[in-house]
């Protein structure tokens, strides 16, 4: 089976959402964007950047200005009457028992999960038999308390996981953050003493990874000093490393560019843990690899796969690979950007010619969001029209049935048994509280293992899902989720989350704190399914690469315009939140459209676009946006940067920024910099930075309740109140 994947770089993160109605269309355009009137010049070269000081993260001057920032923000969130009650309202959700522990089947059918709660606040590792796990009150044997190890050495230790060498998966890999950055230290661990091997495999910290080949071989991906990362600060080599061998003596057995995103390397394992295949990437861009077979005599071979394509399963000895572009492969068959197609490996490495076979070729609605293979069968999540259902496919033949679970929601395919054909299968709504079946892929037989009950009052709540006539006349469809009896007199308090890139899809899901925190209160939530996504697969996604960045910000903008026509919101009342990538979402709304909004919640942000390629990991992402050294690209990529685009005189409302002083993928500067430049043209902002918690801005879960009840505080204030009151 496979492992670990490696994928060519860390994705930005994608926090968000949720379920459906029937699709009602709207024509009314999107307006023209507000005219800026930035400073011709501004921060366009490091000269004319008067705070790039901030970018230096954890230097004095900068901490001074976050820690006074900080001061500032929380006095005024943390002030106002309400945040004590969200606050709590937060840590019970993030911090509630009542929850469905995520299951992970082991080799021998033991059942491993991963928890949090109020006493283990860094989680604890633990198992139990799956006939236990099915019970209510299932009995777990800790294996690792993270939060012991931490006070025990002194450390804020996050856990990042663990690859355990199968088909016994006693001796593991465990990755550990400090305060949640992407760079985790790797130390070798026994499972059944619960103790760190003695003289084990010991990695210091560094961004990368490691996979086992056998007891005392792993391969290992990481920083070996001056000349081993990428520009995108991956590794850039894979070597072979030894039991007892220091790191410095592991061997290079590959090397990409030091213009490529990163190389890294892992194994295809069958059902009884048995290596197939040692596999090398080579990301050469966030979309396009190479992906390289080590020879036994320690020679590559590079594999005749497309460059946009992964590797998803090995099953019955048939490997399954989607592929990302039209492709013609070597035996001479066409396929489509999408395409899931399968070969069988061992004659397809002794003869790529060998012909493939046609798995799935998904519909123009339609978007394959997750795949996974039992000891027999291969599982797949299928959307259609962001709906999801799941089919178990025979590789004899690739028949296909379909898996008899609630419809109009979110499905995914989660831990797959290598035993047999059990796998696990989450389901949820916006209004549907999470649970989780347990299929026999081979049966088709289905059985509700757990359930949660409501975490919020849903009573009179529905979901409409609308679609918005973008720029380009392109139809965006969007979900709302409201009380059924709400007005359309642009009165309610309404919030637009988007992402919109890296492929990454918001689908229905279940969250109880927008509930808790907002619905119950009277507010709107709405998410828009733009292009940049994936919700309507790899196409859908590339319509908004690159030079057509822009089509992705008409298509949010074109959704919040769609909301004030059908009289579900209005300017007052309309708000918008995103991360990440979707904090770019944010900038080029506040920037573009802010006569549309009065809320912005811009989460670890990227905003100066002209430098993200020199900061942490963003030259890896040049694959989606274009590369700013190119004079080309970047003019296209000028066009919507939101730093340099801010400018004096425009309608902005007051907004809250936060973002991780750890966060060692998204770079704090961007962040910083917004809003310092806001302060400087003379607009209202409240800025706060988490001293810990990496990318996902919270190392613990009370630092995650603290940073949610802020946000909800802000957008209370902002579209709650009456606007003599803000």
Known sequence: ????????????????????????????????????????????????????????????????????????????????????????????????????????????????????????????????????????????????????????????????????????????????????????????????????????????????????????????????????????????????????????????????????????????????????????????????????????????????????????????????????????????????????????????????????QLVIRPGAREAIEGISATRNRLVVALYENVRGSVYVYDPAGWSRTRLDLPQNVTVGVGSASEQDDKIFVSVAGYLNPSSLYLADAATGAVALTKSLPAKFDATGMKVDQFEARSADGTMIPYFVVHKDAMAMDGSNPTLLYGYGGFQSSLLPGYSPTVGKLWLERGGVYVIANTRGGGEFGPKWHQAAQQENRQRAHEDFQAVAQDLIARGVTSQPHLGVM???????????????????????????????????????????????????????????????????????????PEVFIHTSTKDDRVHPGHARKAAARLEELGYPVLFYENTDGGHAAGANLRETARRIALEYTYLTRRLMDEPAQQ
């Open 578 to 652: 995103g991360g990440s990538q979707g904090g770019l979402f944010m900038g080029a709304m506040l920037t573009q459209r802010p006569d549309l909004i009065n809320a912005a919640v811009i989460q670890v942000p990227l905003f100066d676009m002209l430098r993200f390629h020199k900061l942490l990991a963003g030259a890896s992402w040049i694959g989606e946006y274009g590369n700013p050294d190119i004079a080309e690209q970047r003019a296209w990529i000028e066009q919507y940067s939101p730093y340099q685009k801010l400018a004096a005189g425009q309608p902005y």
């Open 1 to 356: 089976m496979i492992r670990s994947l490696a994928s060519a770089a860390a994705l930005l993160l994608a926090a968000g959402a949720a379920p459906v109605a029937m699709a009602h269309t709207s024509d009314t355009p999107a307006a023209a964007p507000a005219v800026s009137s930035s400073t011709p010049g501004f921060a366009t070269s490091d000269a004319t950047d008067p705070y790039i000081w901030l970018e230096e993260v954890e230097g004095e001057r900068a901490m001074d200005w976050v820690k006074a920032h900080n001061a500032t923000s929380l006095g005024t969130l943390q002030g106002d009457p309400r945040y004590d009650t969200l606050h709590q309202q937060a840590l019970d959700i993030v911090q509630s028992r009542d929850r469905i522990p995520s299951p992970g089947f082991t080799h021998d059918g033991h059942v491993d999960n991963f928890w949090q709660d109020a006493e283990h606040v860094r989680g604890v590792w633990r198992r139990t038999t799956l006939d236990s796990y099915r019970t209510d009150a299932p009995t777990w044997e800790t294996i690792l308390d993270i939060d012991a190890l931490s006070a025990a050495e002194g450390a804020n230790w996050v856990y990042k996981g663990a690859t355990c060498l199968p088909p016994e998966e006693r001796y593991c890999l465990l990755s550990l953050s400090n305060g949640g950055k992407d760079a985790v230290t790797i130390r070798e661990f026994d499972s059944v003493t619960k103790t760190f091997v003695d003289g084990g495999f010991n990695l210091p910290e560094s961004k990368g990874g490691a996979a086992w080949i056998d007891k005392d071989t792993v391969l290992i991906s990481r920083d070996f000093g001056e000349g081993s990362l990428t520009d995108s600060g991956y590794p850039r080599t894979v070597r072979l490393l030894k039991r007892g061998q220091s790191v410095d003596q592991a061997v290079e057995v590959f090397a990409g560019q030091k213009t490529d995103v990163s190389a890294s390397g892992y194994t295809l394992r069958d059902a009884d843990g048995v290596v197939q295949a040692v596999l090398l990437n080579r990301g050469i861009n966030f979309y396009e690899s190479e992906t390289w077979r080590l020879n036994a005599d320690g020679t590559t071979t590079k594999l005749e796969l497309p460059l946009k394509s992964s590797i998803n399963a090995l099953v019955a000895g048939q490997m399954v690979v989607t592929t990302d572009q039209d492709w013609t492969a070597p035996s001479g068959q066409e396929f489509k950007t999408g395409d899931v197609i399968a070969w069988n490996l061992q004659a397809w490495l002794a003869d790529p010619r060998t012909p493939a």
